[in-house]
């Protein structure tokens, strides 16, 4: 069977199966921690309909399908009882399968250094971390943490548990930004109100 | 009401409970439970003195709570009949009220609750709706933000004869609001409460806009709601005179409502689907939608009366499109919301049709029951030997099998509706079905596995569900394999073991075990019983050797053709990936085991002769040229 529709590669992934179970009430988007604080465009809502109506490019480059932080408010809200973030995992999956870019930093490894201790791959609350057999130059053949892209949501945790320093999100926060921006996020912040 | 208790032929017995029904169709014993009122219904004439006079006030239920009541009261101003009680659980035994109803001598606290047995032909079971209770919904606050009210409170305070003579105030402070928001489907179409739609809360919310709109037109109305269902006659149109009103309509669910706690007005946040933008707007006054759910002791009344529920708990009717007012038990009908959530006019009409389908009860002298009815061989029945069996009696989802130790049992005939359980359960073959005896259907399992049985499925259909998907994959031309030889029983508690031993030993190459689903069964549990001994065989046969693709249960309701066809294929694709030699070998292995589970059957009554005319017919058959066995 070819799947040529969107909604029918979103549901084959686990996590996607009750995507069409959505009747668009919006309870998801009312409850949205980043609508409300970070992004007024995103819209679980929006883009559970686009991928039902198989709007492939939109889907893509819905800030939703990217941001989503997988916190779960809108799980226990939904009449329906869809796992509205199981579904924008699995959606995101299909973008990065299909050769969307990723456009947010993800964690990356530093193969060199790592020790496949694996406190990172128990840490990692996306399930995105695993231990694999990877030939690496100069080390040979052994098992190194490997970041699934697809799933990683760029949180950094793998990066503060990690004890040699071998991965982490990489752009603007490595620890050694992060050092030396602490200093400046300490500092009281003048009340908005 | 009032013109009800007025006719003659009608008997009003308020505050009375069903105890037990007994008895069958035409013949129902009921014991009712008369409770004690503490006031003579032949002597209180409704004045209500003894209610003036009494101290004690508590809340009034049928105001919702929002107003009291006192401990000698009626239940609602229209009370009919028009008889005080006295609420034992919060009198304090003053007599005032003996003192104040004087000569008339109509409050006597010696009063207890009294057992009356009545003979009652048909019975109409018209016990409504519960409310869904919100509190669970933390989301919405209902009992932690004071102006969140339900739509049962709602009612109350727009009503002229209510707690505020029809003046809609806020709880919080009493002042009228002037920005009211109804929120739609509170606990219906929400599978952590309750799945289904709650059927006739969009007109509500639609009418008690009207009302208040019409009340002050400068108050503003808005009703979140998810879809707007307006199905009926006239109700597109009363939707369109509510938008011609002014009242706003704004389609997404709120997802939380937050309250500012000066001065308690509250917030609703949701998406506006129309804008895809999220709002947040302030209201004064919001009323919760409330789902209909079973009342909460439906439960009860389901065994007191012997009558099965649908899967959200209402009472479940006898056929949901042919027979929607009748129960699966003769002589019992249902009207209104009991059996689903219905508005008025479609409760008016099944009132009507159950009143028409009972009386046709009542004015007949003799009453036709299936005739597929169980009947006992009673010198095969070891309950006469003394022995203790019963396993009929367990079987029969009717009460419909006199079972004692140390006589025969025997079948109430009006009380049996022909599933079969019993027959297939009774280990003795003591019971059979008529029209659908053991000789009857083992015939058909030899004509139909008398030629190369090892490459045909045989399929146990149910009369009601399974059947019916054969016929619709047969109208809605799927194809399925043509090896497939389906036998109706009435239900797939008649499927005895007998009949699947029978086929193994006669070589069959699968054998397909179906009926309904667990909650569309016809008679009421007939499925367990069927889908009980299903399992229990299918270890059996595990243990003896049968590939597991051999036997396969499967539950398939009338509307899945699709499935039907489906598990055919799939047993036809187990059956051919079993090497034909291998699989003749396995038939040939446990062919004495099948033989010997089924050394009885000879001394059934009437099997030698079935046995005999089968094998003439197939002989026939099989001698015509072109017909295919």
Redo the contacts between chains.
């Keep these: 069977m070819s799947l040529s529709r969107l909604a029918d590669e979103v549901r084959l992934i686990p996590g996607g199966e009750n995507l069409e179970m959505c ?9 949205c921690m980043i ?2 604080k970070v992004d ?1 465009e995103f ?1 679980p ?2 883009l559970l309909r686009l991928i039902a109506m198989d709007m492939r490019e939109e889907a893509y480059a819905s800030t939703t399908t990217w941001l989503c932080s997988a916190c779960d408010l809108c799980y ?2 939904c ?3 869809i796992h509205i973030s199981g579904v924008i995992a699995a959606a995101k999956k299909v973008a990065v399968q299909n050769g969307h870019p990723q456009p947010l930093p993800t964690a990356t490894v530093n193969q060199q250094t790592c020790v496949a201790c694996g406190l990172c791959k128990e840490a990692c609350p996306y399930d995105a971390i695993s231990l694999q057999v990877r030939k690496v130059p100069w080390r040979g053949l052994l098992p190194v943490a490997v970041v699934d892209t697809a799933l990683c949501m760029a949180c950094g945790i793998c990066g503060a548990v990690c004890r040699s320093n071998s991965i982490g999100v990489a752009e603007k926060f490595s620890d050694q930004d992060l050092v030396e921006n602490l200093w400046d996020w300490l500092q009281p912040e003048e009340a908005e109100f | 009401m009032v013109d009800a208790a007025r006719q003659p032929l009608i008997e009003v017995k308020a505050y009375t409970e069903v105890e037990k029904v007994e008895g069958f169709v035409g013949n129902f014993k009921v014991t009712l439970r008369e409770k004690a009122k503490y006031v003579r219904a032949d002597r209180c004439n409704g004045c209500g003195a003894c209610a003036k006079v009494c101290p004690i006030e508590v809340p009034n239920y049928f105001e919702m709570n929002l107003a009291p009541r006192k401990a000698a009261y009626i239940p609602m101003s229209q009370s009919v009949p028009l008889v005080y009680n006295i609420d034992m659980d919060t009198c304090i035994h003053c007599y005032k009220c003996v003192e104040a109803c004087g000569p008339l001598e109509a409050i006597d606290f010696s009063m207890k609750d009294e057992f009356v047995d009545e003979e009652i032909g048909a019975i109409i079971v018209a016990t409504g709706f519960g409310h869904f209770d919100p509190s669970p919904m933390e989301e919405y606050g209902y009992n932690r933000y004071p102006n969140v009210i339900t739509s049962m409170e709602m009612e109350r305070l727009n009503n002229s004869a209510g707690p505020t003579a029809g003046s809609l105030i806020r709880p919080s402070d009493g002042k009228k609001p002037q920005n009211l928001a109804f929120i739609n489907c509170v606990g219906s179409r929400d599978k952590r409460f309750n799945e289904s739609c709650s059927n006739f809360c969009c007109m509500y919310a639609i009418k008690n806009a009207i009302l208040v709109k019409q009340m002050n037109p400068a108050v503003d109305v808005s009703i979140y709601y998810m879809d707007i269902r307006t199905p009926s006659k006239g109700y597109e149109e009363f939707y369109n005179r509510a938008r011609a009103m002014g009242i706003h309509f704004i389609q997404g669910r709120p997802a939380m409502i937050t309250e500012d706690p000066e001065t308690h007005n509250l917030f609703l946040h949701s998406e506006d689907i129309s804008l895809g933008k999220v709002v947040e707007h302030e209201y004064d006054l919001v009323m919760l939608n409330q789902a209909a759910v079973p009342q909460p002791d439906q439960n009860h009344m389901s065994s007191v009366l012997n009558v099965a529920q649908s899967p959200g708990g209402w009472f479940m009717e006898y056929h949901p499109k042919l027979r929607p007012m009748d129960s699966p038990t003769d002589g019992i009908f249902f009207a209104g919301a009991c059996q689903g959530p219905k508005d008025i006019p479609a409760s008016v009409a099944q009132g009507s049709a159950a009143a028409s389908r009972a009386s046709r009860i009542l004015h007949a002298d003799s009453w036709q029951i299936e005739p597929t009815i169980a009947a006992v061989w009673p010198d095969r029945c070891v309950s006469a030997q003394g022995k203790a069996c019963g396993l009929c009696e367990r079987a029969c989802p009717y009460g419909a099998i006199d079972y004692e130790q140390g006589r025969a049992a025997s079948v109430i005939n009006a009380k049996c509706h022909g599933c079969g359980g019993c027959v297939a359960e009774c280990p003795h073959d003591a019971i059979t079905q008529l029209h659908y005896t053991d000789a009857q259907i083992l015939a058909q399992i030899r004509a139909l596995l008398a030629t190369e049985p090892h490459k045909k499925i045989l399929a146990l259909r149910c009369h009601w569900c399974s059947y019916g998907g054969a016929d619709l994959a047969g109208t809605s031309h799927f194809e399925y394999t043509a090896n497939e030889r389906g036998i109706k029983v009435m239900c797939s508690a008649r499927m005895d073991s007998d009949f699947i031993y029978e086929a193994y030993r006669l070589g069959a190459g699968g054998v397909l075990y179906s009926g309904c689903h667990p909650q569309d069964c016809h008679y009421i549990t007939g499925q367990i019983v069927g889908a009980k001994r299903a399992k229990r065989l299918e270890t059996i046969f595990d243990r003896m050797g049968i590939s597991p693709g051999r036997f396969r249960i499967e539950w398939i309701s009338a509307a899945e053709g699709d499935k039907y066809a489906r598990v055919l294929n799939e047993m036809q694709a187990a059956l051919d990936a079993i090497p034909e030699s291998d699989l003749l070998a396995e038939i040939e292995r446990t062919r004495p085991e099948m033989a010997k589970r089924l050394t009885r059957l000879p001394n059934i009554p009437g099997m030698q002769k079935a046995m005999e005319q089968t094998e003439v017919l197939v002989n026939t058959m099989l001698s015509k040229k072109g017909v295919a066995a």
Excluded: D, I, L
């Design positions: 009747y668009s009430c919006g309870t998801c988007t009312s409850k609508q409300q007024g819209n809502r929006r226990p809200a009449p329906q009882q």
